[in-house]
C-alpha cells in the first residue's frame, strides 16, 4: 500500500507517519519509484502498536524506540521485561525511601523473586513511606491484599505470555502486558471501587446510608 492508504488504514496522519519514521520506530517502506515506496501490513500492525503506546500507554517517543528495539532483539524475555518495567517506571533513588518502607515492602513480596533495584519495589516503598506521613493505617491487611492481586495479575500477564508461539509475539506481549496491563489493572479497580462501595454503602429512599451485605467473597 502507498502511504496515503496506511494514513486511513491506520488512521494516522501523513505527517505523524513520517515523524515516526525520522524517529526511527518505524521502518521505511520498499522503494517503489522516484519519491515513492510501498508500505506492508507490517508497518500498519507498527503503527497501530505505537499509538497503543504512545496514546494510552503514555509513553514517550524515546521510550517507545526503547522498548521497539528489545521487541525486535534476540534478548531474553527477562531483559525485555526489564526494559518494559523501566519504561514505564519513575527513577527512584533508593536512598530516598526509608529502610522501614523497604523492609515492609520485602515482607510483603516474601518469597517473590524480586531484585533489590526493582523499580516496582521502589515505587512501593515510596508509596509505603506516603501512607505513613499522611496517617494512613493498613487496619484490615490493605497492603497484604494488594500483594496477592499483583501476584495474580503477573501470573495472569506470563499465562498469556506462554500462549504466544515465537519470540517476536512473546516479546510485543511482555512490552504490551506491561505498559497497558498497568492502565487496564487501574481501570478495573476503579470500577470494581464504585461496584464494591454501592454494595456497602447503598443509600435508601429515605437518604439514610445503610450498609449493603458483604458479597466481596
Known amino acids: 500500500m502507498r502511504m496515503a492508504e496506511l494514513s486511513t488504514r491506520s488512521g494516522t496522519p501523513v505527517a505523524t507517519i513520517k515523524y515516526y519514521q525520522r524517529e526511527n520506530i518505524l521502518a521505511g517502506g520498499a522503494h517503489s519509484g522516484p519519491n515513492q515506496a510501498l508500505y506492508s501490513e507490517t508497518h500498519l500492525d507498527r503503527i497501530r502498536l505505537i499509538r497503543g503506546l504512545t496514546e494510552v500507554g503514555g509513553l514517550s517517543v524515546a521510550a517507545v524506540r526503547r522498548v521497539l528495539e528489545a521487541i525486535d532483539s534476540e534478548r531474553s524475555l527477562q531483559e525485555t521485561f526489564e526494559i518494559a518495567q523501566q519504561s514505564v517506571s519513575a527513577t527512584i533513588d ?34 509505603v513511606d506516603t501512607f505513613a506521613e499522611v496517617g494512613q493505617v493498613d487496619a484490615r491487611g490493605w497492603f497484604d491484599r494488594y500483594a496477592a492481586a499483583a501476584l495474580l495479575a503477573a501470573e495472569a500477564d506470563i499465562d498469556e505470555l506462554d500462549a504466544r508461539v515465537d519470540r517476536a509475539a512473546k516479546g ?17 479497580r476503579r470500577a470494581a471501587q464504585e461496584h464494591i462501595s454501592a454494595l456497602r454503602y447503598s443509600v435508601p429512599l429515605d437518604g439514610a446510608p445503610e450498609p449493603a451485605p458483604d458479597q466481596t467473597s
Open 94 to 127: 533508593p536512598s530516598t525511601v526509608s529502610a522501614e518502607a523497604l523492609a515492609r515492602v520485602d515482607a510483603l513480596t516474601a518469597g517473590w523473586h524480586v531484585s533489590a533495584a526493582n523499580p516496582g519495589r521502589l515505587a512501593a516503598a515510596r508509596v
Open 172 to 188: 510485543e506481549t511482555v512490552v504490551v502486558g506491561t505498559v497497558l496491563g498497568d492502565k487496564l489493572f487501574s481501570g478495573l
